[in-house]
């Protein structure tokens, strides 16, 4: 809301009852800045992935007719059926036309649309994803609260103690590590107690239950790699949060209600402090998008992280394109969404 729209309202009342409600409401104009702010910065992923990506020193011509006898003129021709020939400017315009029209164009290795591909590789991965970020945000959280309301003790340096050796750990070490205990077996751990890779077994034939089951025998050890990873940045923030609320006025006016001390914790410190953790929440997902594809790589997971790990072996740009947008786009979707449910939750937003 405007200056002048503030003043014209304080002074008539009436005007401020007979104004429509997007116009007396900031939450159109707050929505569309932030929509805006994420157009720029899908924008500007674009520049940055096409700069990536075309820099690279490869030849994608060359690795494609590795093993086949090629004469300079049939490479040549290939180089112009490709569209590598062509001058920088011109493939980064017609990468952000194909891209903004939604045409991600065929893949050179798979000799299928990028779309198509995309398509079928989103629900493992989204699988993994959505798994493993569940577990972490209530792993994480619960440890976090508990851990904050009484520092200092044995639970809170253990928790965070924990918390900060698996969040230095480097993702696809960890995931070699487990990879190693579980299959190959390693003291009182049997041998192959899970599956060293792909989403399930190989010619496996059974009722639909059987086949779930199989799933998720399939999902354990990569899911578990990244909630490992994330969950402890869940703890580490909201351990934080809930110190920071310990000494507000409104818990000391909550306990001289009366009001039990699992009372206080639960209505309200809790809600409160779960503003900053709501934020990370989201924010984080583009952190656990990256992860995966180290992970998806370990574990031959077949999501969009492992399918990008197969288009850096040519490079096949087409298709490292359209999974860099796709990723990115979808941290950029997920930021906008924080921005709304953090208004949500927050009225200070709201006043803004």
């Known amino acids: 809301m405007t200056d002048a729209l ?179 077996g390693v003291g009182p751990i049997p041998t192959n107690l899970f599956p060293a890779g792909l989403m399930s077994t190989p010619g496996y034939s059974g009722p639909w239950i059987a086949h779930v089951g199989d799933t998720i025998h399939h999902l354990i050890l990569p899911c578990l790699t990244l909630v490992l990873v994330i969950f402890a940045q869940y703890v580490t923030i909201m351990r934080s949060s809930i110190i920071d609320e310990l000494g507000a006025p409104y818990l000391l006016t909550a306990r001289a209600k009366g009001l039990r001390d699992d009372d206080v914790r639960r209505k309200h410190a809790v809600p409160n402090a779960l503003l900053p953790s709501v934020t990370v929440i989201f924010l984080q997902l583009g952190t656990v998008l990256a992860g995966t594809i180290t992970v998806e790589t370990v574990y031959s997971w077949p999501g969009l992280g492992f399918l990008t790990f197969q288009a850096l072996q040519i490079p096949d740009l087409p298709l490292l394109e359209g999974t860099f947008v796709v990723l990115s786009g979808a941290v950029i979707v997920m930021n906008l969404l924080a921005d709304m449910l953090y208004r949500v939750l927050d009225p200070r937003v709201r006043a803004q």
């Open 6 to 184: 503030a003043a014209e309202l304080a002074a008539d009342p009436g005007a401020a009852a007979s104004a429509p409600r997007w116009y007396r409401s900031s939450f159109w104009p707050y929505l569309a800045a932030k929509l805006l702010g994420a157009a720029i910065s899908f924008l500007v992923m674009l520049v940055i992935g096409f700069t990536i990506f075309n820099v690279m020193p490869s030849d994608p011509v060359a690795t494609l007719t590795r093993q086949h006898p090629t004469s300079p003129s049939q490479m040549a021709a290939l180089r112009k059926q490709l569209g590598v020939d062509l001058p920088v400017w011109h493939r980064f315009v017609n990468f952000v036309g194909h891209t903004l029209t939604g045409n991600l164009g065929d893949s050179w290795q798979y000799h299928q649309s990028v779309g198509s591909l995309i398509t079928e590789r989103l629900w493992p991965t989204v699988l993994l994803i959505g798994s493993a970020t569940v577990i972490s945000v209530v792993l994480g959280l619960w440890l976090g609260i508990r851990s904050g309301w009484r520092h200092g003790s044995f639970f809170d340096r253990a928790s965070s103690g924990v918390s900060l050796v698996l969040w230095s750990v480097p993702t696809f070490w960890l995931g070699l590590i487990l990879l190693v205990i579980f299959t190959t």
